[in-house]
């Protein structure tokens, strides 16, 4: 029992410790968070109407793109687009050279494996069941992914 008390007070000074310094957690191994805060979001767009729509001048639209521009506003960022296949996108977020995919992404996306989900945002039914929505952040990028689950809930009430 002691023991115990020991080991979980040592891990409150560890906690406060590092908190004090100024490190984030949970934390981004690749700095996203810190990166996008006052720059620019790199966000990827496959087109899944109504929740992305693509235009021939490579802008998307819908739903999706609105929530991403609202969320680099408050972090006081710029959205910086690249469209292209489910495929693409994630083979960029996983090189780095994207923070963010969407594209209508339910949670049983077979993506899984390629980038950190997002808990269902959003849901809906239609004659094959309940559709949870889902958005995609690089791997291991834990403060992007709290920041943006954090947005979402408030944003969209999930």
């Not at 834990?142 to 969209?156: G, K, P, Q, S, Y």
Request: hydrophobic share 35%; net charge negative.
């Amino acid at each position: 029992m002691r023991r115990r008390r020991m080991t979980g007070a040592a891990a409150l000074v560890l906690l406060v410790a590092l908190t004090g310094c100024g490190m984030r957690i949970p934390a981004d191994p690749h700095g996203s968070i810190e990166r996008i805060e006052g720059g620019t979001l790199r966000a990827g767009a496959t087109e899944q109407p109504p929740w992305v729509e693509v235009h021939d001048d490579g802008k998307p639209t819908g739903s999706e793109p609105e929530l991403v521009q609202e969320f680099a506003e408050q972090l006081d960022a710029t959205v910086e687009w690249t469209t292209g296949s489910e495929a693409d996108l994630l083979t960029a977020l996983e090189r780095g050279e994207l923070d963010l995919v969407v594209g209508g992404f339910l949670d049983d996306t077979p993506w899984t494996d390629r980038g950190a989900v997002t808990r269902p945002y959003t849901e809906r039914s239609t004659k094959h069941g309940t559709q949870k929505h889902v958005m995609i952040v690089r791997m291991g990028e834990n403060a992007l992914l709290t920041e943006l689950e954090t947005f979402l809930h408030e944003e969209v009430g999930s």
